[in-house]
């Protein structure tokens, strides 16, 4: 595969009769997978460890410094999260050499593949953070194909990761932390295809699950990480009760570190154990309880409820719905083809689609000793109707949320394109909008 290569000058200034390390040759490749990523390759004249500090020419306050705390005479650095069509001017020196003039040069980064998709964005406060990661996929009749983005808060893309398999993309992407991205449960996809991944920032792939039935699972909808570090999926599992047949769901928690399935649950046990006739889950978190207790929360989406599975006994414990649910809500409207739902102590977060008449992201406060649930906070705004779309609802920390309005046109969905908006809960005020 051919590389671009550019051949950075060098300089270095003797001092005295006896020199330390210096940069001999610096050269830059692309990564041909990113554009938005570059590799330098340096040669010092003695072994010492080696920092690159590229500039933003446009934009100097934009410095990207990456090091190797090796001592070699040879190193190789990469330089991520560039923006595509823009140059940078570059040092390249020793670490902590006295007296030491870095090589110096510059490069341009290429244009985004055309797969990826642009996007501009409205700043009205402090967003919450730098970056928003999504999976994106275009409408068109029978695309399949589907990107991970992560874009700055001026919409500018800084990454992206084609998927290796092909499917819808109502499925789970996460920043897992440490230069890596989690992924899987894409829907629609080859048996094993969806399992969880990670893939690192020069799109290697460092992890695929492989635990026990992992390649035979139809994955689906979804795949985050938990508060303990564990990893939680959903596969597809047929399930039938008095002989009613159910778009069934098996539950599988996972550890990544010794890629075992630590924990699993079917629908099926939960109609023989007397569970509601419910079907086609697409979201799933553990909420720890005040005493240490782990209860699986379940969205059911065409069910129209929440499913609280005591992950001790696998017996549900409790359910949030309108016209079988076990919780009296005390306050506010039941949750509708609810999707995306995320968890903060005692409190569920979701995405209702079906709320009339607008689409709306939607806080519960979950009480199961009293019985009982609470609407806490919902918020939306005209021309929020996304009925069977796509979407997600996260906490993103200091009152804020994060909305993900996925806009599908031919599902009924409002006008508009989708977007990312992340509101202050203390306001109800939009912070930010992708």
């Known amino acids: 595969m051919w590389l671009r290569m550019v051949i950075l000058a060098f300089s270095t200034l003797l001092v005295s009769a006896c020199t ?24 010092l004249s003695q072994s010492a460890a080696l920092a690159v500090r590229c500039i933003r020419d446009d934009e100097p306050s934009e410095v990207h ?26 040092d390249v020196a020793p670490i902590d050499v006295a007296r030491s003039t870095p090589s110096q040069g510059s490069f341009s980064t290429s244009s985004l593949p055309d797969s990826i998709p642009a996007a501009s964005a409205v700043t009205n406060g402090t967003p919450g ?18 990107r991970l983005v992560l874009m700055d808060n001026d919409g500018a893309v800084r990454w992206y990761y084609p998927l290796p398999i092909e499917g819808y993309a109502d499925m ?25 991944r990670l893939v690192d920032l020069s799109h290697e792939e460092v992890y695929r699950a492989n635990y026990d039935g992992a390649d035979d699972g139809y994955f689906h ?53 007397g569970g509601p006739g419910v079907g086609d889950a697409n979201w799933a978190g553990i909420m720890v309880g005040d005493d240490g207790s782990e209860t699986m929360v379940i969205s059911v989406c065409i069910g129209e409820g929440v499913i ?61 000793v009293a019985g009982t649930a609470t609407q806490t906070w919902s918020w939306t705004e005209s021309g929020f109707v996304e009925s069977w779309g796509w979407g ?4 993103l920390g200091e009152n804020h949320v994060v909305i993900t309005k996925g806009h599908i046109p031919e599902w009924g969905s409002g006008e508009g394109p ?9 306001d109800d005020s939009v912070v930010w909008r992708l």
Request: glycine share 10%; net charge negative; aromatic share 8%.
């Open 172 to 196: 789970g992407a996460e920043y897992w932390g440490d230069g890596l991205f989690l992924w899987g449960g894409v829907s629609a996809s080859d048996a094993g295809a969806g399992a969880p």
């Open 392 to 395: 997600d609802v996260d906490y």
């Open 418 to 426: 989708s977007e990312v908006i992340e509101v202050d809960r203390t």
């Open 129 to 146: 953070a730098d970056y928003t990661f999504v999976p994106h996929q275009r409408l068109a009749d029978g695309e399949t194909s589907i």
């Open 221 to 273: 909808h979804m795949t985050e990480q938990q508060y303990d570090g564990t990893v939680v999926t959903m596969v597809e599992s047929d399930a039938n009760r008095d002989g009613r047949e159910y778009y069934g769901f098996d539950i599988h928690q996972v550890d990544v570190d010794t890629d075992s399935l630590v924990w699993q649950w079917s629908l099926q046990e939960g109609l023989d154990s």
């Open 65 to 90: 410094l990456v090091e190797s705390t090796d001592s070699a005479t040879t190193h190789e650095l990469r330089v991520q999260g560039l923006r595509a069509e823009t140059a940078y001017t570059c």
């Open 20 to 43: 330390g390390p210096s940069v001999t040759a610096v050269a830059i490749t692309d990564n041909p997978d990113l554009v938005l990523e570059k590799i330098v390759t340096a040669t």
């Open 308 to 368: 609280g599975v005591d992950m001790d006994s696998g017996e549900v414990a409790w359910s949030l719905a309108d016209e079988w649910g076990s919780l009296d809500l005390v306050e506010g409207e039941h949750p509708r083809v609810q999707h995306g739902l995320d968890i903060d102590g005692q409190n569920i977060l979701l995405y209702d689609n079906g709320a009339v008449p607008t689409t709306r992201a939607v806080e519960y406060a979950i009480d199961p």
